[in-house]
């Protein structure tokens, strides 16, 4: 039960004295759990891509990094992992599928170029005109480059390529816009005051800026591989992206995007917001239709044998959710403690108080937190390996699963957990806080299963099924979900504090691993993946083809490091695989690798395995 860990005050739960059901509060611990963080001397601390609650922080200031910020968890990660970018990263991209997107790209600057003029027709401010200006400017230099890089290649730049469906649907997109034709406008031409000219050069820089900030994040990003290339066959390019007179140029379009804004209402604010998201999905779609005749590592459903089952595996609290379950039963269990002897019907109850209950769940922790700190330190080597040394791993689990289940024990024989109506519990379940991206990612999975030869299971240390199956039935994601986790016996339809215990440790869960996995192999061929984020997961983690770790737990990272595990960012360790694709027969990826790779949300895990929402 790892999960106690989180040195609790539990979430500000209180009974609302007007209702038979506490569950009325649920707003109240939503609110609560919506902060994306919990306190941890583990240092299970999520550092995930920026969510809501980095936008909300930023709410009074930039509206042009409000918007990147919404955009930059999702849009740009899916850009980032397209299959064109990823062989553009690893020099392996055909010079012919280059051609084509300079061509593609060059349809889309010329839009580009006319919208700005567009702009500075409607721009009321001088200094304005002239950002605008140069900024058009730049775009024409851009174009010039495209040219002398075709040209370089023998290819002739005024032989036109004609434009792809995504590309001409982004162009039509960015002109309609700044030819005020937004959310039933009446068109530039049609607009007579100053004022109403300037919201449309507010909505074309709001849905030109996206691409800026898209191109000199994607030129950061890529510029890393140069460094371990010299002779990479598309450093200009990548180089012009990662310069930073291009970042100059991002924030000058930011910045004027920001004045233009300050005198919209709150309506036309979200008109914006809702333009740059369109441009941002419409980019990522620009990538995706980018033509491609070379094998390729991402997304996954495309690089394995369509024979071969993909079998994708889960951890749930803190990998897929905000907080930890057990945190929620226990206040779940102390609310129900109050609510009954308030109603004076505690028949399946101790009379003990709700504080006291609420000391002994407090005193358990505490126990917990400092056992497990001190269970760290024994099973860690003196030395740290230089390669994995998975049985000494091993044995050192064995040290925490034992601790795990006495403190397990040590919460049945409290007497904490009696008394939950299943009802409540499910109630909670709907109203968990899932990681940004995750809902998205399981939702893409039940609606593409079946065509794809895909299992997928949760492996928990939850106390409660009930709960796992409610939070993904309550998004829509419990269709051909396979959960294993433990679950709390009943009687009637009231805990009566014990549980069925199936998975409580480490050792718990790779066995777990390993049996439906055998079960699999023992009819077809198959290609795991298991996402989780803390050192009970470490095992399946290493036994997996591909492990995945959610998050920066630093417990995990350094018990990781000790036995000899690597941890390595998920695109640069995909940039080199997607070196050595088409050089090996066998799969690239193996189990017991030594390697894991780290991301910082699910929309990375999204796109690496099933692709974005355009693939």
Same mark, same amino acid.
């Given at each position: 039960?790892?999960?106690?860990?989180?040195?609790?005050?539990?979430?500000?739960?209180?009974?609302?004295?007007?209702?038979?059901?506490?569950?009325?509060?649920?707003?109240?611990?939503?609110?609560?759990?919506?902060?994306?963080?919990?306190?941890?001397?583990?240092?299970?601390?999520?550092?995930?891509?920026?969510?809501?609650?980095?936008?909300?922080?930023?709410?009074?200031?930039?509206?042009?990094?409000?918007?990147?910020?919404?955009?930059?968890?999702?849009?740009?990660?899916?850009?980032?992992?397209?299959?064109?970018?990823?062989?553009?990263?690893?020099?392996?991209?055909?010079?012919?599928?280059?051609?084509?997107?300079?061509?593609?790209?060059?349809?889309?600057?010329?839009?580009?170029?006319?919208?700005?003029?567009?702009?500075?027709?409607?721009?009321?401010?001088?200094?304005?005109?002239?950002?605008?200006?140069?900024?058009?400017?730049?775009?024409?230099?851009?174009?010039?480059?495209?040219?002398?890089?075709?040209?370089?290649?023998?290819?002739?730049?005024?032989?036109?390529?004609?434009?792809?469906?995504?590309?001409?649907?982004?162009?039509?997109?960015?002109?309609?816009?700044?030819?005020?034709?937004?959310?039933?406008?009446?068109?530039?031409?049609?607009?007579?005051?100053?004022?109403?000219?300037?919201?449309?050069?507010?909505?074309?820089?709001?849905?030109?800026?996206?691409?800026?900030?898209?191109?000199?994040?994607?030129?950061?990003?890529?510029?890393?591989?140069?460094?371990?290339?010299?002779?990479?066959?598309?450093?200009?390019?990548?180089?012009?992206?990662?310069?930073?007179?291009?970042?100059?140029?991002?924030?000058?379009?930011?910045?004027?995007?920001?004045?233009?804004?300050?005198?919209?209402?709150?309506?036309?604010?979200?008109?914006?917001?809702?333009?740059?998201?369109?441009?941002?999905?419409?980019?990522?779609?620009?990538?995706?239709?980018?033509?491609?005749?070379?094998?390729?590592?991402?997304?996954?459903?495309?690089?394995?044998?369509?024979?071969?089952?993909?079998?994708?595996?889960?951890?749930?609290?803190?990998?897929?959710?905000?907080?930890?379950?057990?945190?929620?039963?226990?206040?779940?269990?102390?609310?129900?403690?109050?609510?009954?002897?308030?109603?004076?019907?505690?028949?399946?109850?101790?009379?003990?108080?709700?504080?006291?209950?609420?000391?002994?769940?407090?005193?358990?922790?505490?126990?917990?937190?400092?056992?497990?700190?001190?269970?760290?330190?024994?099973?860690?080597?003196?030395?740290?390996?230089?390669? /994995?040394?998975? &049985?000494?791993?091993?044995?050192?689990?064995?040290?925490?699963? @034992?601790?795990? #289940?006495? $403190?397990? !024990?040590? =919460?049945?024989?409290?007497?904490?957990?009696?008394?939950?109506?299943?009802?409540?519990?499910?109630?909670?379940?709907?109203?968990?806080?899932?990681?940004?991206?995750?809902?998205?990612?399981?939702?893409?999975?039940?609606?593409?299963?079946?065509? /794809?030869?895909? &299992?997928?299971?949760?492996?928990?240390?939850?106390?409660?099924? @009930?709960?796992? #199956?409610? $939070?993904? !039935?309550? =998004?829509?994601?419990?269709?051909?979900?396979?959960?294993?986790?433990?679950?709390?016996?009943?009687?009637?339809?009231?805990?009566?504090?014990?549980?069925?215990?199936?998975?409580?440790?480490?050792?718990?869960?790779?066995?777990?691993?390993?049996?439906?996995?055998? &079960?699999?192999?023992?009819?077809?061929?198959?290609?795991?993946?298991?996402?989780?984020?803390?050192?009970?997961?470490?095992?399946?983690?290493?036994?997996?083809?591909?492990?995945?770790?959610?998050?920066?737990?630093?417990?995990?990272?350094?018990?990781?490091?000790?036995?000899?595990?690597?941890?390595?960012?998920?695109?640069?360790?995909?940039?080199?695989?997607?070196?050595?694709?088409?050089?090996?027969?066998?799969?690239?990826?193996?189990?017991?690798?030594?390697?894991?790779?780290?991301?910082?949300?699910?929309?990375?895990?999204?796109?690496?395995?099933?692709?974005?929402?355009?693939?």
């Amino acid at each position: 039960m790892r999960l106690l860990c989180l040195r609790l005050p539990l979430p500000p739960l209180r009974p609302d004295p007007t209702t038979k059901s506490f569950f009325s509060l649920s707003s109240c611990w939503s609110r609560a759990t919506s902060t994306r963080t919990r306190t941890s001397p583990t240092n299970h601390h999520k550092q995930m891509s920026p969510s809501s609650s980095s936008v909300a922080a930023v709410a009074e200031g930039s509206a042009a990094r409000r918007f990147w910020i919404a955009a930059s968890s999702r849009e740009a990660a899916f850009a980032t992992y397209t299959p064109f970018l990823l062989s553009l990263a690893a020099g392996s991209l055909r010079l012919d599928s280059f051609r084509h997107y300079l061509a593609q790209d060059t349809h889309f600057l010329h839009a580009f170029a006319r919208a700005y003029e567009m702009a500075e027709e409607c721009a009321d401010d001088d200094d304005d005109k002239a950002t605008i200006t140069a900024l058009r400017k730049a775009i024409l230099r851009e174009m010039n480059l495209h040219s002398s890089v075709l040209q370089e290649w023998g290819v002739d730049p005024t032989k036109e390529i004609p434009p792809n469906p995504a590309t001409t649907k982004y162009t039509d997109f960015l002109l309609a816009t700044a030819a005020g034709k937004v959310d039933g406008g009446k068109g530039s031409d049609k607009m007579v005051t100053p004022f109403e000219k300037t919201k449309i050069a507010a909505y074309t820089v709001g849905a030109m800026t996206p691409c800026m900030r898209l191109y000199a994040y994607l030129g950061k990003e890529l510029g890393i591989f140069l460094k371990q290339d010299e002779n990479h066959p598309y450093k200009k390019w990548i180089d012009t992206y990662a310069a930073t007179d291009f970042e100059s140029n991002a924030l000058q379009i930011e910045e004027l995007l920001d004045k233009l804004s300050v005198s919209l209402t709150g309506e036309e604010l979200e008109i914006l917001g809702k333009l740059y998201q369109q441009a941002m999905r419409l980019e990522v779609a620009f990538f995706s239709a980018q033509l491609l005749d070379e094998p390729v590592i991402a997304p996954l459903t495309r690089y394995r044998d369509p024979k071969d089952k993909l079998v994708i595996f889960s951890d749930f609290d803190l990998t897929c959710t905000v907080v930890d379950s057990s945190a929620i039963l226990a206040e779940i269990a102390i609310l129900s403690h109050q609510k009954a002897s308030q109603s004076g019907s505690d028949n399946l109850l101790d009379r003990t108080k709700s504080a006291d209950l609420r000391n002994s769940w407090n005193m358990l922790s505490n126990q917990y937190t400092e056992e497990h700190e001190q269970c760290i330190e024994r099973l860690l080597p003196p030395e740290e390996a230089k390669s /994995l040394d998975y &049985d000494q791993l091993y044995k050192g689990l064995e040290v925490l699963s @034992e601790f795990e #289940r006495q $403190a397990n !024990s040590r =919460v049945i024989d409290s007497g904490v957990l009696r008394g939950m109506n299943i009802d409540d519990i499910r109630k909670a379940g709907e109203r968990l806080i899932l990681q940004d991206g995750c809902r998205n990612f399981f939702q893409k999975i039940g609606e593409t299963r079946d065509n /794809l030869n895909l &299992d997928i299971h949760i492996l928990s240390y939850c106390w409660c099924a @009930e709960l796992i #199956r409610s $939070a993904f !039935s309550s =998004v829509g994601c419990l269709d051909g979900l396979n959960i294993h986790s433990n679950e709390f016996a009943f009687e009637g339809s009231v805990s009566t504090g014990q549980i069925n215990r199936q998975i409580e440790s480490p050792l718990d869960k790779v066995e777990k691993f390993k049996s439906i996995k055998s &079960d699999l192999d023992s009819t077809a061929s198959s290609l795991s993946v298991y996402i989780g984020d803390s050192v009970g997961d470490l095992l399946c983690l290493l036994e997996a083809d591909i492990g995945i770790v959610v998050g920066s737990s630093t417990t995990l990272r350094r018990v990781g490091k000790q036995f000899g595990v690597s941890f390595v960012p998920l695109l640069p360790g995909l940039v080199e695989k997607q070196r050595l694709v088409g050089k090996q027969e066998s799969s690239i990826f193996k189990a017991r690798s030594g390697v894991l790779h780290t991301v910082s949300s699910w929309s990375e895990v999204q796109a690496f395995i099933l692709g974005n929402d355009f693939s």
